[in-house]
């Protein structure tokens, strides 16, 4: 007999959680999350699992450290309730910056991270647009990092690439803008930066032919949004007629609104991965529940993910 599906949320992002649901056909998953009067996480299931396979859908946006602790507590709710399998559906995955020791002394957090979600009871994860692909590797469950560059390449066909160049914003982003130029058939620029503090980054050169075009500025997230306005600048100054950004993740932290609706950026578009917390005019969100769906969909039922990551 197979497993029944059951797709849960924690308060993070409700309304993709719920969209999610609305393409597979499903009711959201009854579960009750609250706040004792000290802040810690309360946490009840609603319904049976027994047996079930469950999908909790919780990205660790901010506030980062209050939904890392839902998910980890509806991950031991949903594991003491006996659920047949439990993924955790993590749509954005936090702490994923510090993959790797670069100064003495500092940790390595998006491997505790990945240790915590194994010890609270996840089978599985399922994310999308890992800030650096090793971070699966950190992990001893399955791993499904799905890519949004799909989304993004029929928005950007739609809208038209004439006189377009794709420009990674550094070193670390050259891999997913090659593969992003190369699907659209339009030239590379990389932006030679050098963070001189955390959350600020210095430009330093313009590495391809950008005058007289149209630029495309692809990332993984952003968040201040200090990195892309200097970029902005930079590509500009080198003769750029136009630049717009993509990014899965709206993390938008700090001064980033600001900087975006005062910068000279045309528009920037994003996935709800993460909900926006503030009204935006140059804005643009795009869903990714329809392949997150397909992604849960196909889990369940044991057929190949693989062919989403392309």
Known sequence: ??????????????????????????????????????????????????????????????????????????????????????????????????????????????????????????????????????????????????????????????????????VSPDAGGVERARAFAKKLHLPLAIIDKRRVADNVAEVMHVIGDVRGKRALILDDMIDTAGTLVKSVEALLEHGAVECIAAATHPVFSGPARERIESSDLEEVVVTNTIPLRSEFTKVKVLSVALLMAEAIKRIHLGESVSSLFV
């Not at 992002?13 to 719920?18: G, I, K, T, W």
């Not at 649901?21 to 009711?27: A, E, F, N, S, T």
């Open 1 to 166: 007999m197979p497993w029944t599906m059951k797709v849960f949320s924690g308060n993070a992002n409700v309304p993709l959680a719920q969209e999610v649901c609305d393409v597979l056909g499903i009711p959201m998953g009854k579960a009750k999350v609250t706040r004792f009067s000290d802040g810690e996480v309360n946490v009840q299931i609603l319904e049976s699992v027994r047996g079930s396979d469950v999908f909790l859908i919780q990205p660790t946006c901010p506030p980062v450290d209050e939904n890392l602790m839902e998910l980890l507590i509806m991950l031991d709710a949903l594991r003491r309730a006996s659920a047949g399998r439990v993924t955790a559906v993590i749509p954005y995955y936090g702490y994923a910056r510090q993959d790797r020791k670069v100064q003495p002394r500092v940790p390595i957090t998006a491997k505790l991270v990945a240790d915590l979600l194994t010890a609270a009871g996840a089978d599985r994860v399922l994310t999308v647009d890992l800030h650096a692909g090793q971070i699966q590797g950190f992990f001893n469950i399955p791993v499904d990092n799905l890519l949004a560059m799909p989304i993004f390449l029929q928005y950007m066909e739609e809208k038209g690439v004439e006189n377009l160049v794709v």
